[in-house]
């Protein structure tokens, strides 16, 4: 009995002091090394149980980091002016020195793409690896969101064709054209995505092949919507049908595509691949918390393994904690520094929590955690990875040590009252309130205006209606004149947008009006 | 194993059609702010970058997003002193204290996009309208210089040029087409022969007959050559001409007693601008001196510009050397050749009649374009007189006067306009 148990840890062990020293003492990095690096950590993540997809890492220069922020990440990108822009600001920040670059840059896609940067010494890319290779990589392939908005196999050859199609529309149609209908595309970037329902898979021979069907099928449905001719017969039934769209649209560029009297075929093609981008950006956006928390678990995790083997030298270990601390380093608010919550810090603290309260729970954890307290961690922790988004994660994890450490308070700022109102803080009656609370902060929903299409004036002036639901009597920001410019662009009549109060009553309208067009 | 791939070597500038997007887009506030720049920093530096900005609500990209204003409720770290129905008084806007996390962000509050133009990018907008008069001169687009391009394939051509992926798909085409018909005979033969065989036995005439042709048809489709000589294709590429890209800039400055200092940079700054508008359009220049007072004489540039010499002034010297030079050494179908030309318009009286004759017999038809300057405050002399000839009866003959360095740039933009009309 002694024996059986004692062998598995034995052989543990043995692996451990197998007479093999640290993989490196310097600082600079070999191809070599890095596969060594890799080929370790890989083991350790398996030993995990990390699911990922096959790695493939490209050394590359800041320049090239620089190129990679410019086009949001991407390896490849149609282009657009405002990349250029983000260049020139990236560029001069880091010349300056204002900010360094990140460490690293990855890619939902299959094969997943790590960049790492060749300024890194060989203990920052071992850390990278760790962190984007197998932690956001495994992120990528277990988080519901991703499996069910992105397509990871997929993502790299629709950028490809919509490079390509970008392209051909430019030569077709000039620069200009496209570049106004990217931008106004991009200004309902964050309007383009389905909430709720699941998007279907991309697959870019049947986007080629389905491309043009497409594109008569799509005008054959507008130009039915807005067919002219009466059918007498059958209006006089269905007076107070005429409402459309029957139910207020969430998805505005989706709407545009679909249904904009004006646009061209090529041109609701250009509004799908921007849609397409919003929607595979969408899962990012819901989880950055869990997904940078994920990560430096992971590489945090990874890394002390890697040591308590001996494959790390003092000075490593040394200089990865220095880093992580950084990484990891929540200011609070009374600092200059402070800029809202870290996620890196706070998804750091929530999965190593989880992993207390299953290892080492304490009568509180057993009270709040009933489930969690006492059960194995791995599978607690891949069961939170796998089933959450930052607001549910939040609400379902974050426990009252936490609250505690990071001495979380809730402030109520209310524009009718002069003060500012602590309704909250880390006691046991705020517990369940600030979790609420910082749950709420972490919805899209809450985040962002809530507009959707409201009504269009099939009979009359074809005039768009844009309904915007307060909340918490939040006005919108004056961006919106210029927002709605875009949008009756891509309309091509007058569009109005309404703002009222949560009961549904009109308070105030903003309107952009188009000229009609004669003859068109 | 891991995908490891360096990818260090790639472009760098990927983004480099984003950015040159971008520029395009702001063109407009980009010239503006070169123009400006021109106007306040010295010529000489004209060779570097220049800092352009842009007001931040041109370049913005406008969403859809929220005002302060209404109820907001915020969960904070590091609370110290707090108690739950504390009231705290509203921090001062921007504050980075109790407010919204999203309000600091952007707390730099610059109110003006601002980034860098590169040397080549200034320089395009420093002479976006601006073109080489003539340049498209019978001389260009007859020239002997010539570059390969591809043209497909031919039969015939060097066994280095032999394009294998062709000549193999040639080489099989044939081989299909010719053994086609015997092969489909050999398989009806071998099926005779089957059935000839469960007949008889093998001494029937017939079957010896089917054997021997059975054989034959074999010899015939293995003698069908693997690969033919009218097989192979080659690479084909014809020579196309190619206008040459290098010219030849001549400097000719009067360094006579009545050039100063003041004269002498505001002629640097004149041979500068020329020679950076060159350099936009040729690959290679050269550029020559050529100093002169009463003899001329060809310098390094340092001399040209430092040295200091007395005396009077005879201009057909110099311009005797430049002609002797380009006919040595710059063969006109070889080389465009500039001259830009500096004096403060001394010259002997009856030297400036020699240098029309000069100019107008042999310089001018050799030479693409021809730039005078004349750096002075005073009346105009005669050198000045017998050029105003030249210029009126030769297009390529241009000249101005100049009285300080500030005139030097509306001059160059004069001397280098876009001449729609004449073109």
Redesign the interface.
């Known amino acids: 009995m002694t024996d059986t148990i004692a062998s598995p840890s034995s052989a543990k062990r043995k692996r451990a002091k197998r007479p093999k020293g640290p993989l490196s003492t310097g600082s600079e990095w070999t ?1 070599e090394l ?2 060594k690096y ?2 370790e950590i ?1 083991r350790v993540a398996e030993d995990f149980e990390l699911d990922t997809y ?8 800041a ?2 980091m ?3 922020y ?2 949001v990440g991407m390896p490849v990108m149609y ?7 983000h ?3 990236t ?2 920040g880091y010349k300056r020195g204002q900010m360094g670059l990140a460490y690293e840059i990855v890619i939902n896609s299959n ?1 997943c793409i790590s ?1 790492l940067m ?1 300024e890194n010494s060989i203990t920052m890319q071992a850390l990278v690896i760790a962190h984007a290779a197998f932690g956001h990589n495994s992120f990528f392939k277990g988080n519901y969101l991703f499996r069910a908005w992105t397509d990871a196999s997929a993502i790299i050859d629709y950028l490809v064709f919509a490079r390509h199609y970008i392209r051909q529309c430019e030569e077709r149609y000039g ?1 200009d054209a496209v ?1 106004e209908l990217l ?1 106004s595309c ?6 383009g995505v389905d909430r709720y329902k699941r998007p279907p898979k991309l697959s870019v021979e049947e986007e080629r092949i389905r491309q043009s069907e497409r594109e008569s099928y799509l005008q054959s449905q507008v130009n039915d919507l807005w067919r002219t001719l009466p059918r007498r017969a059958e209006e006089a039934e269905k007076t107070e049908q005429r409402r459309f769209p029957p139910e207020p649209q969430e998805n505005l560029l989706y709407f545009i595509e679909k249904y904009a009297p004006l646009l061209e075929p090529w041109q609701r093609e250009v509004v799908r691949i921007v849609r397409k981008v919003a929607q595979y950006f969408y899962p990012q956006r819901q989880t950055q918390v869990m997904n940078e928390g994920w990560a430096t678990f992971w590489h945090y995790t990874i890394m002390n393994r890697l040591y308590d083997e001996g494959l790390l030298s003092d000075g490593a270990i040394m200089e990865f904690l220095h880093s992580h601390t950084n990484v990891v380093y ?12 870290n996620p890196y810090a706070l998804g750091f603290a929530m999965y190593t929590d989880i992993k207390r309260i299953c290892e080492h729970p304490t009568e509180e954890d057993r009270h709040w955690f009933p489930d969690l307290a006492g059960t194995a961690w791995r599978p607690a922790l891949e069961f939170a990875m796998k089933n959450f988004k930052d607001e549910s994660f939040i609400a379902q994890y974050l426990s009252p040590k936490l609250i505690r450490d ?10 009718q009252e ?10 046991e ?2 517990y369940r309130d ?1 979790r609420r ?2 749950a ?2 972490y919805n899209l929903g809450n ?3 809530n ?1 959707q299409v409201w009504e269009v004036n099939v009979r009359g002036d074809r005039a768009l209606t844009l309904r915007h639901v ?11 004149h ?2 709605l410019k ?1 949008i009756a662009r891509l309309w091509g009549f007058s569009v109005k947008l309404e703002s009222c109060d949560p009961e549904g009553k009109v308070i105030l309208t903003y309107e952009c009006k188009l000229e009609k067009r004669h003859g068109g | 194993m ?7 070597l ?1 472009g ?4 480099a ?9 702001f063109k407009g506030q980009i010239k503006e702010a070169v123009t400006r720049a021109v106007k306040g920093r010295s010529i000489t530096d004209i060779d570097s970058g220049e800092k352009v900005s842009i007001p931040v609500k041109d ?22 002193e ?9 921090p001062e806007e921007g504050g ?7 309000a ?2 952007d ?1 730099e509050g610059e109110d003006d ?4 133009l590169s040397r080549e990018e200034f320089l395009n907008f420093f002479f976006d309208d601006l073109e080489l008069p003539n340049l498209v001169k019978t001389q260009l687009t007859a020239t002997q210089a010539f570059k390969n391009v591809r043209a497909g394939y031919s039969t015939d051509g060097t066994p280095s040029n032999i394009d294998v992926v062709r000549s193999l798909k040639g080489a099989l085409g044939r081989r299909i087409a010719l053994t086609a018909g015997p092969m489909a005979r050999l398989n009806e033969a071998r099926e005779e022969l089957d059935v000839l065989l469960e007949r008889s036995d093998e001494d029937d005439p017939a079957v010896r007959a089917l054997r021997e042709e059975i054989h034959s048809l074999k010899t015939r489709i293995i003698g069908i050559p693997f690969i033919d000589p009218f097989d192979l294709r080659y690479s084909n590429r014809v020579k196309q001409p190619r206008p040459h890209t290098q010219a030849v800039m001549f400097c000719v400055m009067d360094v006579s007693g009545s050039m100063d200092e003041q004269k002498k940079d505001t002629a640097k700054r004149f041979f500068i601008l020329l020679y950076l508008f060159l350099t936009r359009a040729y690959e290679k220049i050269e550029v020559v001196f050529v100093r002169h007072h009463t003899q001329a004489q060809e310098v390094n540039e340092h001399d040209f510009f430092h040295a200091r010499d007395t005396g009077g002034t005879v201009v057909s010297s110099a311009l005797k050397l430049v002609d002797q030079i380009i006919t040595e050494r710059y063969p006109t179908n070889d080389w465009n050749i500039y001259v830009a030309q500096a004096s403060d318009g001394d010259n002997w009286d009856s030297d400036s009649l020699v240098c029309k004759d000069l100019l107008l017999g042999h310089i001018l038809p050799m030479v693409q374009y021809y730039a005078y300057i004349e750096i002075t405050e005073g009346e105009p002399q005669n050198l000045w007189m017998e050029y105003e000839k030249v210029r009126d009866a030769c297009a390529q003959f241009a000249m101005r006067k100049i009285q300080s360095p500030a005139d030097i740039y509306p001059v160059f933009r004069d001397l280098f306009k876009k001449n729609t009309a004449a073109a």
């Open positions: 191809f890095i596969d890799h080929n890989r096959p790695n493939q890492l490209e050394i590359i220069t320049e090239q620089m190129d990679a410019a086009s282009h657009h002016w405002s990349y250029g822009k260049f020139l600001q560029e001069k094969p960049y060749e620069v570049e931008d991009h200004a309902l970037m964050n309007y929540q200011p609070p608010v009374t600092s200059r520094y402070y800029s809202g919550i990071f001495r979380l308070f809730a402030v109520k700022d209310d524009d002069a003060q500012l109102e602590v309704s909250a803080i880390h006691n009656d705020g600030i609370k910082l709420d902060q985040r962002e205006p507009i307060q909340n918490h009597r939040r006005p919108l920001a004056n961006t919106v210029e927002v875009h | 891991v995908h490891l791939i360096d990818r260090r790639n760098k500038n990927k983004s059609i984003n950015r040159e997007r971008f520029l395009r887009r370049v913005s990209e406008p969403v859809f997003g929220h005002a302060r204003g209404g109820v907001w409720e915020t969960v904070h770290p590091g609370n110290k707090y108690l739950q129905g504390d009231h705290i008084d509203r980075g204290g109790g407010g919204s996390g999203k600091s962000q707390g996009f601002v980034f860098e």
